[in-house]
């Protein structure tokens, strides 16, 4: 229940490319085929281990639809990790990434790490979108890049855990400040190493404010 | 003999084990004072049991040893500005205080506080001393705080952060538990806005609105302080205890995240208000100003009348739902909407299904009746969680109508969602009720002090539940205001 890290993660993309799919598939192991529309935000979260941490993420699924942009870009602020998901069944969704990623790299803090994500992988009869493609994509902007099936589960955990282990070196190698908020990074509750509670705490603050 | 004349008790008979451990106490000069220490919260306690390993202090401290404690009272009663209330609410708000400023603060500042104020030791020496005592005597304070949680051990766990606090309130118990919600939304708000920053303002429409830390924030810092305690407890306590824990449940529906966006949108619009009101000047000026102080002015009315919530009304959240669904018309939030009223109607079935059945209907249910011998820990957990859950989706709600009104300009009026936020408070309050009578119905074999404090905690959180709702209502207003403002924009074009 305790976590050393919390991640907050964004999910965008445009809309009927299947986000809120990949996040109920990611916290609720389902599928649902048929989705309401996002409006605004939606929220989800899991509890990952990385490198034997616990680590929480909380995900903000937003809205694809055009019309919803100018509130859903005020939710990217503070977000650690993105995933950029597009259609491979649809061209269209491919070709609006641009936008999606200027608009991201625009409105959050420049060390967020974005995964790509081709998804509806199992719907391979109808794929209008290279899995090339999208590798080309991503390494000319550094993105990591991943085809996932929300339907089927494929690469779904693969795509969350990848992209909250990318941002866990990132910490690692300090590049993350994690004592600003605004890096979508928050730390778990700190656990005393004392059996009271009111002194372990207090050390805890105490330490806390020692290095401002 | 009774469970409270025990806990009396327990003073005389722990203060000379804790002089004990002070190599540099004299008992006989101390002694006297510990049956007044009984009485107090337990960490006060522990400041004034602090040992003093230097023998040259011995003189200053002995003689005053009451004095740090009170010290401490009186630095934190004068900073909340309590004065105003009757007797019995000061006593026990002063010294609910004082253990929220030691839990908030931490230890050491409070007997900085009262140490300093007596001039006596350096700051070096302090901390010195400071280290050892978190060291030295942990064994036996960890003792202390079992005997003293045990008169309440049912409260420890599931009261979280708060379970001090009611430990107190509960050596008064009825009083007051008939000294209604109010009071104990003093408490409760008390209990937040000192955790969050000691911030001794005190606005009972105005919510936290106007401090620095967000709502969000106090709410987090207090579901991580409860998270922690809960790993705590699972450590060292080997047998699993029903614990409800409000802020944790209340996170898990999400109300946090909720609440952090419609925080954002309300921050956002602010600003973007502001920046509209720096481009105009004159009349403009003046005309807008006008029409937004008619905004506000809507926004600083709600007021609902807690007495009048009447027990017997919407016994199975279908009223919420009419009127719900009344306040929110032309608003497309109904998928919201109905998560709420589906989490009403369950909290409403969920009283129906604990509560003791009645005479006549007890004989034709009695293979049901087995399965129903809940425990009144089991009741109070359902109904944090039901709290916790119905203030969650409220302010899901607001989320969304948040969401709405940016997204759909369309012209909403204050006026339905001030009326919403009433209808909402009233829920809380009239589930608050329901289920406290649940806790009397299912409890009334149980002793007072474990049945109180678990009625306490229900109105407790019940209270604080209504204030998040009036606090999330109050991030509307930003929003109500920029809506109002591109409407205008647009009618002019």
Same mark, same amino acid.
């Given at each position: 229940?305790?976590?050393?890290?919390?991640?907050?993660?964004?999910?965008?993309?445009?809309?009927?490319?299947?986000?809120?799919?990949?996040?109920?598939?990611?916290?609720?192991?389902?599928?649902?085929?048929?989705?309401?529309?996002?409006?605004?935000?939606?929220?989800?979260?899991?509890?990952?281990?990385?490198?034997?941490?616990?680590?929480?993420?909380?995900?903000?699924?937003?809205?694809?639809?055009?019309?919803?942009?100018?509130?859903?870009?005020s939710y990217y602020r503070g977000a650690a990790g993105a995933l950029l998901v597009y259609d491979i069944t649809r061209r269209d969704t491919f070709n609006h990434l641009?936008?999606?990623?200027?608009?991201?790299?625009?409105?959050?803090?420049?060390?967020?790490?974005?995964?790509?994500?081709?998804?509806?992988?199992?719907?391979?009869?109808?794929?209008?979108?290279?899995?090339?493609?999208?590798?080309?994509?991503?390494?000319?902007?550094?993105?990591?890049?991943?085809?996932?099936?929300?339907?089927?589960?494929?690469?779904?955990?693969?795509?969350?855990?990848?992209?909250?282990?990318?941002?866990?070196?990132?910490?690692?190698?300090?590049?993350?400040?994690?004592?600003?908020?605004?890096?979508?990074?928050?730390?778990?509750?700190?656990?005393?190493?004392?059996?009271?509670?009111?002194?372990?705490?207090?050390?805890?603050?105490?330490?806390?404010?020692?290095?401002? | 003999?009774?469970?409270?004349?025990?806990?009396?008790?327990?003073?005389?008979?722990?203060?000379?084990?804790?002089?004990?451990?002070?190599?540099?106490?004299?008992?006989?000069?101390?002694?006297?004072?510990?049956?007044?220490?009984?009485?107090?919260?337990?960490?006060?306690?522990?400041?004034?049991?602090?040992?003093?390993?230097?023998?040259?202090?011995?003189?200053?401290?002995?003689?005053?040893?009451?004095?740090?404690?009170?010290?401490?009272?009186?630095?934190?009663?004068?900073?909340?500005?309590?004065?105003?209330?009757?007797?019995?609410?000061?006593?026990?708000?002063?010294?609910?205080?004082?253990?929220?400023?030691?839990?908030?603060?931490?230890?050491?500042?409070?007997?900085?506080?009262?140490?300093?104020?007596?001039?006596?030791?350096?700051?070096?020496?302090?901390?010195?001393?400071?280290?050892?005592?978190?060291?030295?005597?942990?064994?036996?304070?960890?003792?202390?705080?079992?005997?003293?949680?045990?008169?309440?051990s049912a409260v420890g766990g599931a009261m979280g952060m708060l379970s001090s606090l009611t430990s107190v309130v509960q050596n008064t118990g009825k009083t007051v538990?008939?000294?209604?919600?109010?009071?104990?939304?003093?408490?409760?708000?008390?209990?937040?806005?000192?955790?969050?920053?000691?911030?001794?303002?005190?606005?009972?429409?105005?919510?936290?609105?106007?401090?620095?830390?967000?709502?969000?924030?106090?709410?987090?810092?207090?579901?991580?302080?409860?998270?922690?305690?809960?790993?705590?407890?699972?450590?060292?306590?080997?047998?699993?205890?029903?614990?409800?824990?409000?802020?944790? +449940?209340?996170?898990?529906?999400?109300? $946090?995240? &909720?609440?952090? *966006?419609?925080? =954002? #949108?309300?921050?956002? %619009?602010?600003?973007?208000?502001?920046?509209?009101?720096?481009?105009?000047?004159?009349?403009?000026?003046?005309?807008?100003?006008?029409?937004?102080?008619?905004?506000?002015?809507?926004?600083?009315?709600?007021?609902?009348?807690?007495?009048?919530?009447?027990?017997?009304?919407?016994?199975?959240?279908?009223?919420?739902?009419?009127?719900?669904?009344?306040?929110?018309?032309?608003?497309?939030?109904?998928?919201?909407?109905?998560?709420?009223?589906?989490?009403?109607?369950?909290?409403?079935?969920?009283?129906?299904?604990?509560?003791?059945?009645?005479?006549?209907?007890?004989?034709?249910?009695?293979?049901?009746?087995?399965?129903?011998?809940?425990?009144?820990?089991?009741?109070?957990?359902?109904?944090?969680?039901?709290?916790?859950? +119905?203030?969650?989706?409220?302010?899901? $709600?607001? &989320?969304?109508? *948040?969401?709405? =009104? #940016?997204?759909?300009? %369309?012209?909403?009026?204050?006026?339905?969602?001030?009326?919403?936020?009433?209808?909402?408070?009233?829920?809380?309050?009239?589930?608050?009720?329901?289920?406290?009578?649940?806790?009397?119905?299912?409890?009334?074999?149980?002793?007072?002090?474990?049945?109180?404090?678990?009625?306490?905690?229900?109105?407790?959180?019940?209270?604080?539940?209504?204030?998040?709702?009036?606090?999330?209502?109050?991030?509307?207003?930003?929003?109500?205001?920029?809506?109002?403002?591109?409407?205008?924009?647009?009618?002019?074009?």
């Amino acid at each position: 229940m305790a976590y050393a890290y919390l991640f907050k993660y964004i999910i965008i993309g445009d809309t009927g490319v299947g986000k809120s799919c990949l996040l109920l598939q990611f916290t609720d192991k389902r599928f649902q085929p048929v989705h309401d529309l996002t409006i605004g935000v939606e929220f989800g979260a899991r509890m990952i281990t990385i490198d034997g941490k616990q680590i929480k993420l909380q995900i903000w699924d937003t809205a694809g639809q055009e019309s919803f942009r100018s509130i859903t870009r005020s939710y990217y602020r503070g977000a650690a990790g993105a995933l950029l998901v597009y259609d491979i069944t649809r061209r269209d969704t491919f070709n609006h990434l641009t936008t999606w990623l200027e608009d991201a790299r625009q409105h959050s803090n420049s060390n967020m790490v974005i995964m790509l994500i081709g998804n509806k992988s199992d719907l391979e009869s109808r794929r209008e979108v290279k899995k090339e493609e999208g590798e080309a994509f991503a390494r000319e902007h550094g993105l990591i890049f991943m085809e996932t099936s929300a339907k089927t589960a494929s690469n779904v955990e693969e795509a969350f855990i990848n992209t909250a282990k990318e941002i866990y070196e990132k910490i690692q190698e300090g590049v993350f400040d994690i004592n600003n908020e605004a890096n979508g990074i928050k730390i778990g509750p700190q656990h005393p190493t004392t059996n009271s509670t009111l002194p372990g705490s207090q050390g805890g603050q105490q330490a806390g404010g020692g290095c401002c | 003999m009774s469970d409270s004349e025990a806990t009396a008790a327990e003073g005389p008979d722990v203060a000379p084990k804790v002089q004990d451990a002070s190599p540099a106490s004299t008992p006989d000069s101390s002694l006297p004072t510990t049956p007044d220490i009984a009485t107090d919260v337990a960490p006060t306690r522990k400041a004034r049991r602090r040992p003093d390993p230097k023998p040259a202090a011995e003189d200053e401290m002995t003689p005053v040893v009451e004095q740090p404690a009170k010290t401490a009272n009186e630095s934190t009663v004068s900073q909340g500005g309590w004065g105003y209330w009757g007797s019995w609410g000061k006593s026990i708000l002063s010294t609910a205080t004082a253990t929220v400023a030691t839990v908030g603060q931490g230890l050491t500042q409070v007997i900085e506080k009262a140490e300093t104020s007596l001039g006596i030791p350096s700051p070096t020496e302090m901390s010195a001393k400071v280290e050892e005592e978190q060291k030295q005597p942990s064994d036996a304070s960890s003792e202390k705080n079992k005997e003293a949680e045990d008169g309440s051990s049912a409260v420890g766990g599931a009261m979280g952060m708060l379970s001090s606090l009611t430990s107190v309130v509960q050596n008064t118990g009825k009083t007051v538990i008939t000294g209604s919600l109010d009071a104990l939304e003093f408490i409760g708000k008390k209990t937040m806005d000192v955790i969050a920053e000691g911030d001794p303002g005190f606005k009972k429409t105005k919510g936290l609105m106007n401090r620095n830390a967000t709502l969000s924030q106090v709410l987090r810092e207090a579901k991580e302080r409860e998270e922690l305690q809960t790993v705590e407890t699972e450590s060292s306590d080997s047998e699993k205890k029903v614990v409800a824990h409000y802020g944790m +449940l209340f996170d898990e529906f999400q109300g $946090l995240s &909720h609440l952090e *966006a419609l925080e =954002i #949108l309300s921050r956002e %619009s602010e600003s973007k208000v502001k920046s509209v009101l720096t481009t105009l000047s004159g009349d403009e000026l003046f005309q807008l100003r006008e029409e937004l102080d008619q905004i506000k002015e809507s926004f600083s009315l709600v007021d609902f009348d807690d007495e009048e919530v009447d027990e017997k009304k919407d016994a199975d959240g279908s009223e919420l739902k009419r009127e719900l669904t009344q306040a929110l018309k032309g608003l497309s939030v109904s998928a919201t909407a109905d998560k709420l009223s589906k989490a009403c109607k369950s909290a409403h079935s969920q009283i129906t299904d604990m509560s003791p059945p009645e005479k006549e209907e007890a004989e034709e249910k009695s293979e049901e009746d087995v399965k129903k011998a809940l425990s009144v820990e089991e009741v109070h957990a359902a109904a944090i969680r039901s709290l916790a859950e +119905l203030t969650a989706r409220s302010i899901e $709600l607001f &989320h969304k109508l *948040a969401e709405m =009104i #940016l997204f759909s300009n %369309s012209s909403t009026e204050a006026s339905n969602l001030s009326q919403l936020t009433v209808v909402l408070c009233k829920e809380v309050s009239l589930l608050s009720k329901k289920f406290t009578s649940c806790l009397t119905a299912t409890g009334s074999n149980e002793k007072g002090d474990v049945l109180n404090p678990l009625i306490t905690g229900v109105f407790l959180e019940a209270s604080n539940s209504a204030s998040y709702i009036q606090d999330a209502f109050q991030l509307l207003m930003p929003i109500l205001e920029i809506s109002h403002i591109q409407r205008r924009a647009e009618s002019t074009e």
